[in-house]
């Protein structure tokens, strides 16, 4: 058969406009919001013990309808998932100097939250198949001073949260489930994000559902409950009225959702499902399309779970390319236009952050400091699979940014294989 000109090379391309963007917001949010904004109550939060330490009508409504949904017993919605985070890590109760294992492959944000409590982020690698952190490597990395292990259910699938949950109790650990791509995913029926001490979800505009910015936290313990609402709110100044005499960590925050975006919330997490399922539509397609391409990686499930499909993680099998560079590969697909393509993804432990260890002022605290216990190494090699995904294997497509009809993933199946046709160009 006659080969078709990439691109690249000033052939046509297949794909001839961008991809539609994914858009969750509709009538019934506007209505919403309009509602809201009519009564005129766009905040009732208050600083002090009392009916309104909580929020008002709409982040309580939204709260209980997030709890029955996912199946537990409290959820707290805050203003960010980073403040979400931010709360988590108070709430189980971390000392500074403490450790907290948690995977490279994540937002900055997860990290971010532990050294905001002065502990210490320790890296464990990452499963090669699930890109989920491996318990294998959490075991490798705990020290007499690891106290929790702050998991990361990344690109739209549960860690191994038994072999996880097993490790932290035989070692007397927190867990933490950052659950801000999966939401709606199952880990053996369970909600993924539900199994853990405290978990969480991200509600910012490129997630399954959102309400702009946004967070959510999922506990059962009602003693973290009443911590993550305390930090939530300028707890400083609430313990002393509420007569709650447990002082770690009570250095509070304004990390509070508003009416207006809770009442979005109410309308979003009834269109979850129908979500869900439509980026499960989208990824069957493209995986039966392009199953068949030599060398080509494509997600696999985890047993007894389900995954909803934030990204679409893909790699390549370089013995099997012929000798194709990634990159090369990589600008070809764009070429034919096929946009929401990612090239590598973040290795936390490399950012200049920590190769400096550098964080609160110029003199490297909390590593250089009394607080911190031990040497701990940040070099590149510490997480060989995630490294090595970002720099020879991966490409990735952002599923979270685009709505697909058919026609338009059978155009991003054509490039690919288009792509595949010209392999030995793209040397």
């Given amino acids: 058969m006659k080969k078709d000109k990439l691109a690249l090379f000033g052939g046509n391309k297949i794909i001839k406009k961008p991809f539609k963007k994914y858009n969750t917001i509709g009538e019934e949010e506007l209505n919403a919001v309009t509602k809201v904004i009519k009564k005129g109550i766009l905040s009732k939060y208050l600083a002090r013990w009392g009916d309104d330490f909580e929020g008002g009508p709409k982040v309580k409504t939204f709260e209980k309808e997030w709890a ?15 403040s979400g985070l931010v709360c988590a890590v108070g709430a189980i109760g971390i000392e500074p100097g403490d450790e907290i294992i948690l995977p490279p492959w994540t937002m900055s944000a997860s990290a971010m939250a532990i050294l905001h409590w002065n502990a210490i982020p320790v890296f464990a690698d990452i499963e090669k198949e699930t890109y989920c952190i491996d318990p294998v490597s959490i075991e490798k990395n705990i020290s007499e001073y690891t106290k929790a292990i702050m998991v990361v259910d990344i690109g739209g699938q549960s860690a191994d949260m038994n072999k996880i949950n097993k490790i932290a109790k035989k ?9 801000a791509q999966a939401p709606g995913s199952l880990y053996f029926k369970k909600f993924t994000g539900t199994l853990a001490d405290v978990g969480g979800y991200s509600l910012n505009y490129h997630k399954h559902i959102h309400t702009g910015e946004g967070g959510m936290l999922v506990t059962n313990d009602d003693n973290i409950a009443k911590k993550l609402k305390l930090i939530r709110n300028h707890a400083e100044a609430v313990v002393g009225d509420m007569g709650f005499n447990d002082l770690s ?49 494509l997600p696999k499930i985890r047993k007894n779970c389900t995954h909803v499909y934030y990204m679409f ?20 697909l764009v ?10 993804f973040a290795n936390v432990h490399l950012l200049p952050i920590f190769q400096k260890k550098q964080a609160y002022g110029s003199k490297g605290f909390p590593w250089n400091s009394e607080i911190n216990k031990r ?5 590149k090699g510490i997480c060989p699979v995630a490294e090595s995904l970002h720099d020879k294997n991966y490409i990735g497509f952002q599923m979270c940014m685009h709505q697909m009809s058919n026609h338009e993933i059978d155009l991003m199946i054509s490039a690919f294989k288009k792509v595949w046709r010209n392999l030995e160009f793209l040397k």
Avoid: P
């Fill in 375 to 379: 040497e701990i190494n940040y070099n």
């Fill in 68 to 82: 029955n949904y996912f199946k537990v017993k409290h959820a707290i919605s805050v203003n960010s998932w980073t």
């Fill in 313 to 332: 993680f893909m790699t390549l099998d370089l013995e099997k390319i012929k000798g194709a560079k990634r990159d090369k590969i990589f600008h070809a």
């Fill in 335 to 344: 070429a034919e236009g096929l946009n929401g393509l990612s090239l590598k």
């Fill in 249 to 297: 960590n009570m250095i509070g925050h304004n990390f509070r959702l508003g009416e207006i975006e809770s009442s979005i919330g109410i309308e979003q997490l009834k269109k979850l499902d129908y979500l869900i399922k439509e980026r499960q539509r989208i990824a069957k397609r493209l995986i039966d399309g392009l199953k068949d391409l030599d060398g080509l990686n």
């Fill in 171 to 179: 070692y007397n650990l927190k867990v933490i489930c950052d659950t």
